[in-house]
C-alpha cells in the first residue's frame, strides 16, 4: 500500500472517533497495554510530559514543545485531532512523521494489530510512541485524546502533568457534572509526579486536591500564581503578555482564550524549572529566558500548529478557529464581539455530539451566517443547523461543504468585512484543506 491507501486502512479499518463518535470509544487500556508490551513498553525510553484538559491543550501542548526545542533538546509532539494530514499528529522538532515510516508500521503490525480490533486512537497512539523512540528524543509532550484516566495515553509515567481546565464535553463518556469530569482528567496525576491545574471551580479544586493527595503529587494552581499580569492584543494578531518574572512576552496565538492558556503554561515552565528541564524561573529575570520569549513568538513556525485563532487573509480579514463547545465559545463569542467590521461573515458548522444549542446562544446576533457541514459522519447537516439557528435568532443560507460556502462569504466581502470560520475542528479542517 502505499501512503494514502494506507491512512485509507486505517481510517476504515479501526474505529476512528472523528469519523464515527462514541461507536469507536473503547473504554480500558487493555488493548492499548497489549500494544505497548508487543513494542517493549517504547515510552519509557525517553521523558514525557502529559497534558489534559477540555480546552486549550492543543495550544498549551505546542508551546511546551517550542520552547524544549529551543533549549535544544528533540522534542517528539503528540496531539490530536489532525487538520488537514494525518501526520500533523506525530512530530519530531516540528517535522511531521514520515509517510514511509506509517506505512512500514502499517505493514509490518497488522498481523499483530488486527486481531485485537483497535480503535484508531489505539494505532496511532502506538505508532507514536514507537515513532519517538526510534526517533531517539530526549521528551514528548504528550496530548490526551479524551478524558484522562482511560485515555489510551495513560499508560506513561510523565516527568510532569498539566490539567488545563474543565468544562462540558464529552459528557457521554466522561460524566455530566464538573466534578465527574474532573475525576477523569485527574485520572493522569501519577505518584509523585508534580501536577499543574490551569484553571479550576469551586467544584473541581476539591477533586484535584483529593486525586493529588491520594498520590502524593505536589498540586501547582496557575490561576494561584498569576505570572501574567496583564494582557492586550496586538495589530499582528498575536497577544503582548506583561508578566511578574519574565518581562514582557509576545505570544504569535492571538485568541483571547489564550491568556489562560499562557498563564497554564508559565505555570507548568516554573515547574520544569524545578525539575531541572529549562532554566529555573525566580524572582532574578536573566536573559537566559530567551528560548520562552522566542518559544512563545514561533510557536507555530515552530511546531506546525494551525487554526488557533489563525489569520489567514487580510482584506477581507479571514479567521479560523477550532473552538468547538461551550467552554471554547465562551472566550471566542467575547472576541468576535470586540471585532471592529463593517460587515461579520461566519461560516459555521458543528458535529452531533457537541452542545449546539448553548453554542447557539454566544454567537453575534449581527453577522451573516453561512451554515455547513464538514466531511465527517457526525456532521449536524447544513440545514438542520441552518434551523436551530433561526430557533437562536440568527439566520443565514445553508451550504453542502465548507468551501462551497466560503467561496461565496468571499465572493459577498467588502474588503473591510470579516469572515470567520469555526464551530468544529472538522469545519477549520475541511476549510484549510481547500486552500491547498
Same mark, same amino acid.
Given at each position: 500500500?502505499?501512503?494514502?491507501?494506507?491512512?485509507?486502512?486505517?481510517?476504515?479499518?479501526?474505529?476512528?472517533?472523528?469519523?464515527?463518535?462514541?461507536?469507536?470509544?473503547?473504554?480500558?487500556?487493555?488493548?492499548?497495554?497489549?500494544?505497548?508490551?508487543?513494542?517493549?513498553?517504547?515510552?519509557?525510553?525517553?521523558?514525557?510530559?502529559?497534558?489534559?484538559?477540555?480546552?486549550?491543550?492543543?495550544?498549551?501542548?505546542?508551546?511546551?514543545?517550542?520552547?524544549?526545542?529551543?533549549?535544544?533538546?528533540?522534542?517528539?509532539?503528540?496531539?490530536?485531532?489532525?487538520?488537514?494530514?494525518?501526520?500533523?499528529?506525530?512530530?519530531?522538532?516540528?517535522?511531521?512523521?514520515?509517510?514511509?515510516?506509517?506505512?512500514? &508500521?502499517?505493514a509490518n503490525e497488522r498481523a499483530?494489530?488486527?486481531?485485537?480490533?483497535?480503535?484508531?486512537?489505539? =494505532?496511532?497512539?502506538?505508532?507514536?510512541?514507537?515513532?519517538?523512540?526510534?526517533?531517539? =528524543?530526549?521528551?514528548?509532550?504528550?496530548?490526551?485524546?479524551?478524558?484522562?484516566?482511560?485515555?489510551?495515553?495513560?499508560?506513561?509515567?510523565?516527568?510532569?502533568?498539566?490539567?488545563?481546565?474543565?468544562?462540558?464535553?464529552?459528557?457521554?463518556?466522561?460524566?455530566?457534572?464538573?466534578?465527574? =469530569?474532573?475525576?477523569?482528567?485527574?485520572?493522569?496525576?501519577?505518584?509523585?509526579?508534580?501536577?499543574?491545574?490551569?484553571?479550576?471551580?469551586?467544584?473541581?479544586?476539591?477533586?484535584?486536591?483529593?486525586?493529588?493527595?491520594?498520590?502524593?503529587?505536589?498540586?501547582?494552581?496557575?490561576?494561584?500564581?498569576?505570572?501574567?499580569?496583564?494582557?492586550?492584543?496586538?495589530?499582528?494578531?498575536?497577544?503582548?503578555?506583561?508578566?511578574?518574572?519574565?518581562?514582557?512576552?509576545?505570544?504569535?496565538?492571538?485568541?483571547?482564550?489564550?491568556?489562560?492558556?499562557s498563564n497554564t503554561v508559565f505555570?507548568?515552565?516554573?515547574?520544569?524549572?524545578?525539575?531541572?528541564?529549562?532554566?529555573?524561573?525566580?524572582?532574578?529575570?536573566?536573559?537566559?529566558?530567551?528560548?520562552?520569549?522566542?518559544?512563545?513568538?514561533?510557536?507555530?513556525?515552530?511546531?506546525?500548529?494551525?487554526?488557533?485563532?489563525?489569520?489567514?487573509?487580510?482584506?477581507?480579514?479571514?479567521?479560523?478557529?477550532?473552538?468547538?463547545?461551550?467552554?471554547?465559545?465562551? &472566550?471566542?463569542?467575547?472576541?468576535?464581539?470586540?471585532?471592529?467590521?463593517?460587515?461579520?461573515?461566519?461560516?459555521?458548522?458543528?458535529?452531533?455530539?457537541?452542545?449546539?444549542?448553548?453554542?447557539?446562544?454566544?454567537?453575534?446576533?449581527?453577522?451573516?451566517?453561512?451554515?455547513?457541514?464538514?466531511?465527517?459522519?457526525?456532521?449536524?447537516?447544513?440545514?438542520?443547523?441552518?434551523?436551530?439557528?433561526?430557533?437562536?435568532? =440568527?439566520?443565514?443560507?445553508?451550504?453542502?461543504?465548507?468551501?462551497?460556502?466560503?467561496?461565496?462569504?468571499?465572493?459577498?466581502?467588502?474588503?473591510?468585512? &470579516?469572515?470567520?470560520?469555526?464551530?468544529?475542528?472538522?469545519?477549520?479542517?475541511?476549510?484549510?484543506?481547500?486552500?491547498?
Amino acid at each position: 500500500m502505499d501512503y494514502k491507501e494506507t491512512i485509507n486502512y486505517l481510517y476504515n479499518s479501526a474505529p476512528m472517533f472523528e469519523k464515527v463518535g462514541a461507536g469507536a470509544y473503547k473504554e480500558g487500556l487493555s488493548n492499548t497495554r497489549a500494544l505497548d508490551e508487543h513494542f517493549c513498553h517504547p515510552h519509557k525510553n525517553y521523558r514525557t510530559i502529559h497534558v489534559a484538559g477540555t480546552n486549550g491543550k492543543g495550544s498549551v501542548s505546542h508551546t511546551l514543545a517550542s520552547i524544549l526545542q529551543l533549549e535544544g533538546y528533540k522534542v517528539g509532539l503528540y496531539t490530536s485531532p489532525h487538520l488537514v494530514d494525518f501526520r500533523e499528529r506525530i512530530r519530531v522538532n516540528g517535522q511531521t512523521i514520515s509517510e514511509k515510516y506509517i506505512i512500514d &508500521f502499517v505493514a509490518n503490525e497488522r498481523a499483530f494489530f488486527e486481531p485485537l480490533h483497535p480503535s484508531f486512537f489505539e =494505532i496511532t497512539t502506538a505508532l507514536a510512541f514507537k515513532y519517538f523512540s526510534d526517533m531517539n =528524543i530526549d521528551i514528548a509532550v504528550i496530548e490526551v485524546g479524551l478524558g484522562g484516566r482511560l485515555d489510551c495515553t495513560n499508560i506513561i509515567t510523565p516527568t510532569l502533568s498539566v490539567i488545563t481546565n474543565i468544562s462540558f464535553d464529552h459528557t457521554q463518556f466522561l460524566g455530566n457534572t464538573l466534578a465527574k =469530569i474532573a475525576s477523569e482528567k485527574a485520572g493522569i496525576i501519577k505518584k509523585g509526579v508534580p501536577i499543574v491545574i490551569g484553571e479550576y471551580v469551586d467544584e473541581t479544586r476539591p477533586v484535584f486536591e483529593a486525586k493529588a493527595k491520594e498520590m502524593g503529587a505536589n498540586i501547582f494552581y496557575a490561576e494561584d500564581e498569576k505570572e501574567i499580569i496583564s494582557s492586550e492584543p496586538t495589530d499582528e494578531g498575536g497577544r503582548l503578555y506583561h508578566t511578574k518574572n519574565l518581562g514582557t512576552i509576545y505570544g504569535e496565538l492571538g485568541g483571547l482564550c489564550q491568556e489562560k492558556n499562557s498563564n497554564t503554561v508559565f505555570c507548568a515552565l516554573k515547574r520544569m524549572g524545578e525539575l531541572g528541564l529549562i532554566t529555573k524561573i525566580d524572582d532574578n529575570m536573566s536573559s537566559n529566558y530567551k528560548c520562552i520569549h522566542d518559544g512563545f513568538k514561533n510557536v507555530c513556525e515552530l511546531t506546525g500548529l494551525m487554526g488557533r485563532w489563525q489569520i489567514v487573509n487580510d482584506n477581507p480579514k479571514v479567521v479560523c478557529d477550532t473552538g468547538h463547545n461551550v467552554g471554547g465559545w465562551t &472566550f471566542l463569542s467575547q472576541q468576535l464581539n470586540s471585532v471592529k467590521c463593517k460587515n461579520m461573515r461566519i461560516i459555521f458548522g458543528m458535529v452531533n455530539d457537541k452542545d449546539v444549542n448553548s453554542v447557539m446562544e454566544m454567537l453575534p446576533k449581527n453577522a451573516i451566517y453561512y451554515f455547513t457541514k464538514a466531511k465527517i459522519g457526525r456532521a449536524i447537516n447544513e440545514k438542520e443547523i441552518q434551523q436551530t439557528g433561526l430557533r437562536h435568532g =440568527i439566520s443565514g443560507n445553508a451550504y453542502p461543504t465548507v468551501e462551497k460556502a466560503y467561496k461565496d462569504a468571499i465572493k459577498d466581502a467588502d474588503k473591510d468585512d &470579516f469572515v470567520f470560520i469555526g464551530g468544529s475542528s472538522y469545519i477549520v479542517s475541511d476549510f484549510l484543506s481547500s486552500l491547498i
